[in-house]
């Protein structure tokens, strides 16, 4: 395969991806690519297509569990300088895909913009929170975004309205694309609130959810009108350990990497998770992290 041929960015072959998700799991991407701007994604993915080998889109590697025998495919992120660049127009802002959330809300905060508060302490990417709708509180990053600049498969470029993208409950629409930006609506507020805003919500997330070792986020999603963590929690399940994956004793929602989890021992303890749940209250838990491989 020479697919690489002409790209200025990095690529990493047999790249361990137990080093790029939070979850500290998972077995060697095929190919680790870093392009240096859209005319180097252009051509990584016009040299995928034409070699048929498929692109996974990595973001922060939070909401991601990779198979122990890795993948066969290009893993994608988007962490140049070019991807990460953010500009502002009154009380929009507009920003690149690979910045992280933290850095977003921070620089928004500088610039006296509020409304992307909510997401204070969401492990992910601009691109990332977009592509799952990432939200907390009730609230979703869709909630604030106006456009969305996207590449499709055959390399184009495009710009997306608000009405051309259906948002949902930890979906969207944009899976056939690979997004580089967005512009997001805030509003004007002082720092001073903004910082307030910031710690509040940082502060919820400390008291109820568990980041002392390696995971994922939640691992399923809320059925309608219920939670997941509250489910798994009322079957007992606090606690339960499969190999060396854990379920949270203070979210029921997380597993904890203990060390030396497999891919195997998380699949089996979700399986186990979904079983119970089942069993006891009759609803199936659809998992809302990526399982790759
Ligand atoms: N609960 C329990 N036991 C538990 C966990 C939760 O009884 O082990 C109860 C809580 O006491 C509360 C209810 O369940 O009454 C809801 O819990 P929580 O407020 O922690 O919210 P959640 O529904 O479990 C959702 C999102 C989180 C988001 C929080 C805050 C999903 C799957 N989870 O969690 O998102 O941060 O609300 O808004 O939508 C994620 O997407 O990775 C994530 C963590």
Redesign the pocket.
Known sequence: MNWQRGLKGRVKAQESLSRRTTFKIGGLAEFFVEPRDSADLKLLILAAKSSKVPILVIGAGS?ILVSDRGVKAIVLRLNATLFKRISYSRNVMEAGSGLMLGHLILAAGNHGLSGLEFLAGIPGTVGGALAMN?????RSISDLVEKVRVMDYNGTTKTLGRKDIKFAY?RCSLTGYIILSARLKLVKKTKKEINENIKKFLG??RN??DTSLPNA??I???PPAN????L??LCGL?GKRIGGACVSQ????FILNQGNASAGDVLKLMRLIRKRVKDKFKVTLEP?IKIWG
Not at 250 to 253: K, L, V
């Open positions: 909401n990432a939200g907390a509180w009730g930890r919820y997330r109820t959810q986020g939640c399923f999603k809320n939670s997941a963590g509250r798994i929690d606090k203070r979210h029921a929602n809302e």
